[in-house]
């Protein structure tokens, strides 16, 4: 290789480090607003300083660019970035699991784009991936194809954008959360400035207005104010993240998704590092009859196993028809494939042990009112035993829920879970992934004669639960799913184990992991 073999990220990306300042920027124009231009001796230092610490890493930021080379041979990704600290990566072209192509606004309005390619292991994310951070929009589609294992062009169409799958997302209540990060945000603003919150105006100004209310109204109407914000957030962030959706097969090989409005992003995934899907249905959503769709697959890592997680995800929040009807699709099953799907309920044991859960969490709550209900006076007793007439039927009903969610079985080569009461989860495996079983028993679980299995995978978050499965049914679903992987323990471990798992299992693979 020679010297002309190496290339440079692209100049303009001198103007995206200039971003660094709108943070600064932006809160002077907000402190200037808020308090009528009129600014103490401690947020002009506190200003300043922001505003310095943002041009250094501009200019460091410009210099790092400046000394970043990268080149693609036959065989690997080569990348050398520092000036001061030089770093030197390579990825082999044959660990390459996934190419993303994404652009936030400053991207987008400069023509270029990033370009993340990830090995998939189970690594820090700066081991994982490399990244190339300012190539051009026609360069970035060049090199995803080049390194993407199928350069033909998307020919089916699995899913396309439906508006009115809108109506799903307020359900997620993640606006609601970004409202609270917001005002959080806010607050802290306003103390790293020195200002008084009472001190500015239109908050001193709401507050006067709800003191003036009766205590019902002054408590329902900030609560629907942050619940319409929160709705009115999630709305907005659906069709900036999912505008221009589209999920296409490329042959037989590979799928590639394409979304965003603002900050667009594209990812390929190949089908053989594939394995399997995960159905989440946030309570909210669930009750709406919708759910969300993860991929499980090698090369997203770990924290991209969450179903909030926008890397991972195949679907918005969408009808769980749909749902279904794109989880085959990804899987390459037949149409119809899941609503076939039966799962073998846990005994009655797994009900019992989520309502002590459930009444124990009501005690750890409600023993600190009743302590000092005694102790100082008798209306922190009246607020406990009212409470618990609300939060014991609660938390039975969750119990109750949580229980009816378990289940596991087979379905065709994949093995089926699913748990969970706030956010019920079906994840669906490819038999053909699990590299590892992990059998764990409790104390409480020993008397109650379950155990939780754990599907070791290379991929997602490694390992995925069949929660308080009788012992013995839980060994024989082992056996069927995985023919082999451990025989002769299975044959040798009595139905009804006293003791405990861990020390009748000294062989059983655990925890192993594989890029």
């Known amino acids: 290789m020679t010297a002309a073999d190496w290339q440079r990220l692209d100049p303009r990306m001198l103007a995206i480090s200039l971003t660094w300042l709108v943070p600064p920027l932006c809160s002077t124009l907000l402190t200037l607003s808020i308090t009528g231009g009129d600014l103490d001796l401690a947020a002009v230092i506190t200003l300043g300083s922001i505003g310095l610490t943002f041009l250094i890493i501009a200019v460091a930021f410009g210099l790092r660019l400046l000394t970043t080379r990268f080149r693609i041979t036959d065989d690997q990704v080569e990348l050398r970035t520092g000036a001061l600290f030089r770093q030197y990566r390579t990825v082999p072209r044959d660990r390459i699991r996934s190419v993303d192509v994404t652009a936030n606004p400053f991207h987008r309005a400069l023509g270029l784009r990033v370009v993340r390619i990830s090995t998939g292991e189970h690594v820090a994310a700066d081991r994982r991936q490399l990244t190339l951070d300012g190539v051009s929009r026609d360069h970035a589609e060049r090199l995803r194809r080049r390194l993407a294992p199928d350069g033909t062009a998307p ?54 207005g709800l003191t003036g209310l009766p205590l019902w109204v002054a408590i329902t109407v900030p609560v629907l104010g942050v619940v319409l914000l929160g709705a009115l957030t999630s709305l907005v962030t659906f069709v900036e993240t999912w505008w221009d959706y589209r999920l296409e097969a490329v042959g037989d090989g590979a799928l590639q998704l394409r979304r965003g409005l603002f900050s667009t992003r594209s990812v390929w995934l190949e089908r053989r590092r594939l394995r399997g899907v995960q159905i989440a249905e946030p309570l909210l959503l669930r009750l709406a009859r919708g759910a969300q769709l993860n991929a499980i697959a090698t090369g997203l890592g770990k924290s991209d196993d969450r179903s909030t997680s926008t890397k991972s995800a195949l679907l918005p929040p969408a009808s769980r028809l749909e749902a279904d009807r794109v989880a085959t699709a990804v899987l390459g099953e037949k149409p119809g494939f899941l609503a076939g799907l039966e799962l073998a309920r846990p005994p009655r044991a797994a009900l019992r042990r989520r309502v002590t859960w459930g009444l124990a969490a009501v005690a750890l709550f409600e023993a600190p009112l009743v302590i000092l209900g005694v102790l100082l006076t008798e209306v922190l007793l009246h607020i406990a035993w009212i409470s618990s007439l609300v939060l014991v039927p609660l938390a039975l009903a969750a119990a109750v829920d949580a229980y009816r969610n378990l289940g596991s079985g087979l379905l065709g080569r994949y093995l089926v879970t699913r748990y969970g009461t706030y956010a019920r989860r079906t994840v669906l495996l490819d038999r053909s992934g699990i590299i590892a079983w992990s059998v764990n028993q409790s104390a409480s679980q020993r008397r109650a004669g379950v155990a939780t299995l754990v599907a070791m995978v290379a991929a997602g978050r490694g390992g995925y639960k069949i929660r308080d499965v009788a012992l013995a049914d839980g060994l024989a679903l082992v056996r069927e799913a995985t023919p082999g992987m451990f025989e002769e323990f299975l044959e040798s471990t009595p139905d009804n184990c006293s003791e405990p798992i861990e020390k009748s299992v000294p062989a059983l693979p655990v925890q192993r992991q594989t890029p």
């Open 155 to 208: 020919d089916t169409a699995l899913a396309v954008l439906r508006w009115r799958w809108l109506r799903y997302a307020p359900l997620t209540l993640w606006g609601v959360a970004g409202v609270g990060f917001v005002v959080g945000g806010f607050a802290r603003l306003l103390d790293s400035l020195k200002i008084n919150p009472a001190e500015v105006g239109f908050l001193r100004a709401a507050w006067s």
